[in-house]
């Protein structure tokens, strides 16, 4: 299995709702990542987990609250969210973390929040 | 700080003729540069990165460390190659490793 899936594809979600974001690899890859996409525009790096471990959090709100449960999956839990929130949510992941290893992107979880 | 431009948001091109996507980069230490596509309906992808060397589906890419730039290249486009293309950067050192900064992305319309 050489993808990177999500699910769900559309997510549609109210201001006060919770809502999890679930990513899975079964490559192997010991690096998993979080990029938010708004229209138009180029990915924009949300966090970076290394061995299951946090490594990045590029100054996130706290209402996007990342897991790594196991090397295979990692999940974003959404709470309170803005409007302006709402976006293209990417994962991707990599053998390692270092420089020069290749991402694998998922296809997304388009995102609106109502 | 790590930054990519790409100037121009819109390439359109007839079939046949050269194409080249322009990249440059700011990075004061020795960078590792990419080039994603992402087609119509489909997940974003890795085309090339500087280190491989390598052509792919004819495109190529060299990294001017004296002009900062990577652009993307291929003699004589095809209509399948229609895409946005982002230029990305991945920094050194254990706190930068791996994290791509975009470019802003170049949409590619090549016209029959």
């Known amino acids: 299995d050489t993808e990177v899936t999500q699910t769900p594809k559309h997510l549609v979600m109210g201001m006060t709702n919770k809502k999890s974001l679930k990513c899975e690899q079964h490559?192997?890859?010991?690096?998993m990542y979080w990029y938010k996409q708004k229209a138009k525009k180029p990915p924009e790096l949300m966090f970076v987990?290394?061995?299951?471990?946090?490594?990045i959090n590029e100054s996130v709100p706290s209402r996007f609250s990342p897991e790594c449960p196991n090397s295979s999956l990692l999940n974003l839990h959404l709470h309170a969210l803005q409007p302006e929130d709402s976006a293209l949510y990417l994962c991707?992941?990599?053998?390692?973390?270092?420089?020069?290893?290749?991402?694998?992107f998922g296809p997304g979880t388009r995102l609106t929040v109502t | 700080a790590q930054r990519v431009t790409q100037p121009e948001k819109l390439l359109s091109v007839f079939k046949g003729a050269p194409v080249e996507l322009k990249c440059n980069y700011s990075?004061?230490?020795?960078?590792?540069l990419f080039w994603y596509v992402q087609y119509s309906r489909q997940r974003l992808q890795l085309l090339l990165r500087h280190i491989s060397r390598e052509s792919i589906k004819g495109f190529t890419a060299d990294l001017n460390k004296g002009e900062t730039s990577f652009h993307l290249k291929k003699p004589f486009a095809q209509e399948e190659d229609s895409a946005m293309y982002y230029c990305?950067?991945?920094?050194?050192?254990?706190?930068?490793?791996?994290?791509?900064?975009f470019g802003g992305g170049t949409r590619l319309m090549v016209k029959p």
């Open positions: 987990y290394s061995y299951e471990k946090l490594s």
């Open positions: 991707a992941s990599s053998q390692e973390r270092g420089q020069g290893y290749e991402q694998y």
């Open positions: 490559m192997g890859h010991r690096a």
């Open positions: 990305a950067l991945s920094g050194e050192g254990s706190n930068a490793g791996n994290m791509l900064t």
């Open positions: 990075y004061s230490g020795s960078p590792e």
